[in-house]
Structures are given as structure tokens and as C-alpha cells.
């Protein structure tokens, strides 16, 4: 079978090879490429090249199923103010989630500011992305924790769609 004008063609490159479940990426305006592997760690590929060492780990990840270091996501001013998020496990008498902003320095990253924390969390249902929507706010998509009731239950951040300040306000 061959391919007509209108279908689109893909090629298919390893960037990367030997990591340990990659799970969020963000490109830097410079059009270097942040990635976040469960296990805690944040890497970069620079000019089309992995840096053998971590741009950054996350000392209280709690990475276990289909949680760990879930999201990275870099703040629409990011070229000015460096801020990112990042959404990841963590171990608070039970498995929470908390987002933390960050200041991405060039190197590494500085001035850790708990947005949001005791997330309901398990090693299923715990997914948690987090986005700047247009109006300014901070939206994070929460798991449900393996306790589909906790979504429906207004009193709970489980199973959510949470607004915040970028702050954390």
C-alpha cells in the first residue's frame, strides 16, 4: 500500500535511549528539551544530546505503579521568570501529591513554593498534570486514587479539576 499526498509521514528517532519511564517533557525557548523520569529524576537533552547528569532530583518522590515524578510544565513567562511546575509523589503517612513551583537557573533548580499538597494519592489513579490556562490560573488535574467515590466528594482534591493562583493562592 502506498501513501497518498494527504496522509502524513512520520520518521521515527531515539533521542534517548536508557531511561527510566520518561513521563513529561517541556521545550525550553532555546529549544532544549526537560523531561521527567518517575523515579524522581529531571533530565535534559541539550543540542540534541542527553546530559549524562540530572538537570535536578526530587529528594521526597514516592515512585511506586503509575506514580512517582508525574509533571513538569514550564510557566508561560517562563523565558523572563524561569518558573516551572512540576506534580509528583510523595509520602506523608499515605501517599499524597503536592505541585511545587520552581526557578529553572540555567543549571539546576532553585526556590521550591509548595503550590498545592495532600492530594490524595495511591499507586494507580494518582495522575496529576498541571497547565497555565489562558485566564491566568493554574489548573491541576488530579487522580482519583483508586477511590472513584473521592471525585464526587466536594470536600476531597481527588478526582479534580483544581484552579489556583500561580502561587498557590
Known amino acids: 500500500a502506498g501513501t497518498t499526498s494527504d496522509q502524513a509521514q512520520f520518521r521515527v528517532e531515539t533521542v534517548a535511549s536508557g531511561l527510566e519511564v520518561p513521563w513529561a517533557f517541556a521545550f525550553l525557548p532555546n529549544g532544549n528539551m526537560l523531561f521527567t523520569e518517575r523515579p ?17 532530583v526530587v529528594s521526597d518522590v514516592e515512585p511506586s505503579g503509575e ?23 510523595y509520602n506523608s503517612g499515605g501517599q499524597k501529591v503536592k505541585v511545587v513551583r520552581y526557578r529553572y537557573d540555567g543549571k539546576t533548580f532553585v526556590e521550591p513554593k509548595v503550590i498545592i499538597e495532600n492530594i490524595p494519592a495511591s499507586p494507580n489513579h494518582a495522575g496529576t498534570r498541571c497547565r497555565i490556562g489562558p485566564d491566568g490560573k493554574l489548573y491541576v488535574a488530579t487522580g482519583d486514587s483508586t477511590h472513584w467515590q473521592l471525585a464526587q466528594q466536594m470536600d476531597s482534591l481527588a478526582g479534580k479539576i483544581l484552579r489556583v493562583n500561580e502561587d498557590g493562592t
Open 40 to 56: 524522581g529524576r529531571v533530565r535534559i537533552i541539550e543540542n540534541g544530546k542527553l546530559r549524562a547528569e540530572p538537570v535536578f
Open 67 to 89: 506514580s512517582g515524578l508525574m509533571d513538569l510544565s514550564l510557566h508561560p513567562g517562563f523565558a523572563s521568570n524561569g518558573f516551572l511546575y512540576m506534580a509528583y509523589a
